[in-house]
């Protein structure tokens, strides 16, 4: 039996999909990350290392990132297909990013790896969200900051 996180992940993918079919989809997806919108400094992406767990079939968030400065970008998903749209995405960006295949409730990155975290639309498809409120937690850098969306 498939997991919630699979059944709806893949509901929200042909929702996605078809949002983001367009040039101007995507870019509104990707735009959504800003440091004004985050109320960060202008360079605040430069030189970190970064994560969007989630990330969906085009790595829009992950893009924004290493737009925004981000010195590596670790892209996480339960969709094996993500691969191949995320890299015709992200091409300009060769080595500066990994797609990884895997459950937000067991990430396979070590304890506080990360400066920032993305994570958008994810949490409210999962059975249990606190083990995935945990992981973030474990992950996150001290003083590393979570933008998470529901």
Do not use: W
Request: net charge positive; charged share 25%; glycine share 8%.
């Amino acid at each position: 039996m498939k997991s919630l996180e699979t059944k709806t992940r893949k509901v929200f993918h042909s929702i996605h999909r078809g949002h983001m079919k367009n040039k101007k989809g995507f870019l509104r997806v990707k735009n959504l990350l800003s440091c004004k919108n985050l109320k960060l400094p202008k360079n605040y992406f430069n030189n970190k290392i970064c994560a969007d767990f989630g990330c969906g079939s085009t790595g829009a968030g992950g893009l924004n990132l290493l737009e925004l400065g981000a010195q590596y970008v670790h892209l996480l998903d339960l969709n094996k297909n993500i691969v191949k749209p995320i890299k015709k995405n992200l091409k300009k960006y060769n080595g500066k990013y990994q797609i990884d295949i895997g459950t937000l409730e067991k990430t396979p990155y070590k304890k506080n790896y990360f400066d920032f975290i993305l994570c958008s639309g994810v949490i409210h498809h999962m059975i249990n969200d606190v083990k995935g409120l945990k992981e973030i937690h474990r992950t996150l850098k001290k003083n590393g900051i979570c933008h998470l969306m529901v």
